[in-house]
């Protein structure tokens, strides 16, 4: 089956989530060929839900023994944060042929993915001790998040897909790797199955406490921040590092790029809970709260969506 696509012409059903061709194939041969580790950390996320920030703060946390997250040197500071947390399906594995060698990266090697739980390789899932961290966002965020950065990396000769169409697919599910729904009850349900194989977050906890959420995630990764390095500032030390104001106007954020060529500078736009409001009608309201209330009903799964 296929849909109208947001940026391309059309997306595909693929293993019961949504997306592009290209992605289908780099997506089959990552599921084929990828050799996890016990020591790997995966980042798995609903695009446009904060992955950025949070692979930010997850190579800060894991390296902070040799890059001091005080250093003027920090990595963080030249490359942006996919390009040191490589996604799976856009950079690392791209088509057949193309099967990495990854085996001499450094441990613990950080990944990014949007994939769904279910279609994640039995390697990781199963067959090692790979951490997952989740993070998703409330939809209405999310929805008008990926509306503005679809129509800011599609080819500049197709025109701009009008919010109300984008929206009519998006509740139907026919977003990049959705429905949204699928995506995050999938991480929800294991997170609570196997708290130690995936720590389940949300956008807005982050915005509310960075701090704590970090110290969560380090926990949960065998690396808590010890008692010195909480006197010592270290933990805010990352989150400042972090920060959308400070990434934002890192001169490799301003100008660089990322993954198949799309400009670093659209991964930061406003970075708030609730912006949302500025973009939906009360019916949008409406409609998007229907989907989630019959969608996410039962699961325990609920979201703030005001700051
Ligand atoms: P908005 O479009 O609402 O501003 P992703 O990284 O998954 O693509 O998500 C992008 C969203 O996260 C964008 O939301 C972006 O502005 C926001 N974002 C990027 N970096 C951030 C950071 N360091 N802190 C908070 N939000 C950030």
Not at 31 to 36: E, G, I, L, P, T
Not at 251 to 257: D, I
Request: contains cysteine; charged residues 25%; proline residues 7%.
């Amino acid at each position: 089956p296929r849909e109208k696509g947001w940026r391309t012409p059309y997306l595909y059903l693929y293993q019961g989530f949504w997306c592009q061709p290209t992605e289908i194939l780099a997506i089959s041969t990552f599921q084929k060929h990828f050799q996890a580790k016990d020591t790997d950390v995966l980042i798995a996320t609903v695009p446009k839900s904060g992955t950025t920030w949070l692979k930010a703060l997850t190579f800060a946390t894991l390296n902070r023994n040799h890059h001091s997250p005080t250093s003027e040197n920090h990595a963080l500071l030249k490359f942006n944060p996919h390009n040191l947390v490589p996604f799976f399906e856009y950079t690392l594995y791209s088509t057949k042929e193309n099967v990495p060698d990854l085996s001499h990266l450094p441990e613990p090697r950080i990944f990014g993915t949007h994939v769904p739980f279910a279609s994640l390789p039995n390697p990781i899932v199963r067959d090692t001790k790979t951490k997952i961290v989740y993070i998703c966002r409330n939809p209405l965020d999310t929805f008008v998040s990926s509306w503005f950065f679809s129509n800011k990396i599609k080819p500049k000769s197709s025109p701009d897909l009008p919010i109300e169409e984008a929206f009519g697919l998006f509740c139907k599910g026919v977003v990049g790797f959705g429905p949204f729904w699928d995506h995050m009850l999938g991480y929800w349900k294991e997170s609570i199955e196997r708290p130690e194989k995936v720590l389940f977050l949300k956008y807005e906890d982050l915005k509310e406490d960075v701090n704590l959420q970090l110290k969560r995630v380090a926990v949960f990764l065998g690396c808590p921040f010890t008692l010195e390095e909480e006197n010592c500032g270290v933990v805010e030390s990352i989150v400042k590092l972090c920060s959308f104001e400070n990434m934002k106007d890192l001169e490799v954020n301003k100008s660089g790029k990322f993954g198949r060529n799309f400009e670093n500078k659209f991964l930061f736009r406003k970075g708030e809970i609730g912006d949302w409001v500025n973009y939906f009608t009360p019916s949008m309201v409406e409609k998007l709260s229907k989907v989630m209330e019959e969608k996410l009903h039962g699961s325990g799964l609920s979201f703030r969506l005001h700051k």
